[in-house]
């Protein structure tokens, strides 16, 4: 006969407490494992004489680290008779004389000890017994050791050190969890006496999140505070130099959404943006808008570099009109983007190329003094024009360098590469436009020298857009912005950075966003790389790894924890840093926001 199972009733409370509880705790003298984590608790044992606001920020903040402080009230009348003795004794001990290292050490001991008296005395303020109780958590040992190491070389920096509480793992868990215990066993490990306002100083740890008040909002910081950004009216104490923004990640770390996201909510608050899309990755974007999206890689839209815009006249940071014409301008420009159409010329061969350049506008009648505005889209030199005048002087001069530079514009002139440049614009008129994509999306498997050369034409587009205009809020993102830099013809890279320096005067924002960090950094193009790099007061730093990481770890000077941090962030998280402050941030979006983005 079988026996019936009794059944009992499960302790109320008992799933909650499994789902969160260890599987195990095991304590050994200077460390515990938790389940498969590993822990060590440490106590500060000195704290320096004199502290800044925010004075645990530094450790508070590291990866790993779990702070608790544990402030006891003491009795002011006790505490007034105590410090009275310790003065007397230690001037006492002053008179009887010493080595000079002991009489240096209780000299600054009375000088904080007649401080923190005065403080009692003359300013009323009240004073508490502190202990300060560390947990460096890791998911193995040799991570901990290493995180152990790290926070012991801060607290030093910092005047503090601390201590492993050596058999006294299981009291310090429990002091430094949130349950606001602290053992009686280790009160007597903190004789700390500091007055209100240094304790005071210590919270918040760190403000860690940037909040200017107004702006956008980008997301929410570690401690779930808005991150909320206004580049075009900063606060005055933030140290922001200008309205440019750089969004750095290789594929996957969320770049792309971010900079959508940000479009999208700068456009809200009345921004007119303008991008450039090598991946087809804002059609969607600027359709739901109503946007106007161009197809500038040989659809429609043609983009004719020759054409210099009509432009009112520019001016200098002092105010002064420049003497130079805008058509001389320009054409620098079309050298400019000659020389990354074909970077391989021999000096000789551009001086000639440059020689032919000028012809074609002579040829139009267009000189230096003409006004571009008075000139019809039709009566630019293009070039088809170009390539003509080459062949012609090719056929004149067989023995000269000529027949080379007509065989190298024939595809650009006649050939598969015509529908790019051969030909007046065909632009529509996207003045009025308020989101405007200039998509080259169609010419990935172009050869590179097209696809740069066209880039740095679409680009040149866009800034005479962001020029024709000071009035209004001008953002301009420029995608995948890697694939401007070839070492052999620095030139599209050198417009960019001139772009990002300039673009301040027009009362615009420039974006650039890239996955290749590494390529700004390359020797050949170092100097202009990474100024434009580093000439935005906004960087926002998605997940990173590897020589990125390496590089960036240089350029921005990131600490150990913030390392570490973009190595694990997950899609989405990044660090923000915005003038001279910095903060973890998780990119939010609202549903609607992502359907507008997405379809």
């Known amino acids: 006969m079988t026996k019936p199972v009794r059944q009992t009733a499960p302790t109320p409370g008992a799933a909650l407490r499994n789902a969160f509880a260890p599987s195990a705790l095991q304590f050994t003298q200077r460390s515990f494992d938790s389940g498969d984590q590993w822990g060590r608790v440490y106590a500060i044992t000195d704290f320096p004489p004199s502290v800044d606001a925010g004075w645990l920020a530094t450790v508070a903040n590291l990866d790993g680290i779990v702070l608790s402080v544990h402030a006891l009230p003491t009795d002011p009348t006790a505490i007034t008779m105590a410090m009275s003795r310790a003065i007397s004794l230690l001037a006492g001990q002053l008179s009887t004389g010493g080595t000079a290292l002991s009489q240096q050490r209780q000299e600054q001991q009375l000088q904080d000890a007649q401080a923190l008296l005065r403080k009692i005395d003359a300013e009323q303020q009240s004073v508490w017994t502190v202990g300060v109780v560390l947990l460096v958590n890791a998911p193995d040992e040799a991570t901990g050791l290493r995180r152990s190491k790290r926070l012991e070389g801060l607290l030093a920096a910092a005047g503090m050190r601390a201590r492993p509480l050596a058999f006294r793992q299981e009291e310090g868990l429990k002091a430094v969890g949130p349950w606001g215990l602290f053992p009686e066993s280790l009160r007597g490990g903190a004789p700390f006496q500091l007055p209100a306002e240094t304790l005071a100083a210590a919270f918040p740890f760190s403000s860690g999140g940037i909040n200017h008040g107004h702006g956008i909002v980008l997301g929410h910081d570690s401690s779930g505070g808005l991150v909320l950004v206004d580049c075009w009216n900063p606060p005055p104490d933030a140290g922001i130099s200008n309205k440019n923004f750089a969004i750095l990640s290789p594929p996957g770390g969320g770049k792309s959404h971010a900079v959508k996201l940000r479009m999208l909510r700068e456009w809200a608050m009345g921004a007119r943006v303008i991008v450039v899309d090598p991946e087809r990755e ?100 293009h070039m088809g024009d170009l390539h003509r005048a080459c062949k012609a002087h090719a056929e004149a001069e067989p023995a000269t360098e000529w027949p080379t530079i007509a065989a190298l514009l024939r595809n650009a002139g006649e050939g598969t590469t015509a529908q790019l440049w051969a ?177």
């Not at 390496?550 to 921005?556: I, K, N, R, S």
């Open 423 to 599: 030909g007046a614009s065909t632009v529509p008129d996207v003045q009025s436009a308020d989101f405007v994509v200039l998509d080259i999306h169609d010419l990935q498997d172009a050869p590179e020298n097209v696809k740069r050369a066209q880039f740095l034409n679409v680009l040149g587009y866009a800034w005479d857009l962001i020029r024709a205009d000071r009035s209004e809020k001008k953002l301009l993102v420029v995608d995948e912005a890697w694939m401007l830099i070839d070492p052999k013809a620095p030139e599209a890279l050198k417009f960019m950075k001139s772009l990002s320096k300039r673009i301040r005067k027009y009362n615009g924002s420039f974006s650039v966003v890239t996955q290749n960090v590494v390529d700004f950094l390359h020797d050949a193009v170092r100097g202009d790389g990474e100024q434009v790099l580093t000439n935005s007061a906004f960087t926002l730093l998605l997940r990173q790894g590897g020589r990125d990481l390496t590089a960036l770890t240089d350029l921005f000077q990131l600490s150990e924890a913030e390392q570490e941090k973009l190595r694990n962030a997950r899609v989405g998280e990044g660090l923000l840093i915005a003038g001279n402050h910095r903060a973890w941030v998780t990119i939010d979006t609202a549903p609607h926001e992502t359907s507008l983005i997405y379809g």
């Open 282 to 381: 804002y059609r969607i974007l600027s359709h739901n808008l109503g946007g106007a999206w161009l197809n500038a890689a040989g659809g429609a839209t043609k983009i004719n570099p020759f054409q210099a815009p009509a432009l009112p006249p520019d001016t200098d940071d002092t105010g002064l009109e420049l003497a130079v014409t805008s058509i001389g301008i320009h054409i620098q420009r079309v050298q400019g983007f000659l020389t990354t159409y074909l970077p391989d010329l021999t000096a000789m061969q551009r001086a000639l190329l440059d020689q032919a350049v000028e012809e074609v506008y002579q040829a139009k009648d267009i000189t230096l003094t003409t006004d571009p505005a008075t000139v019809a889209a039709e009566g630019w030199p």
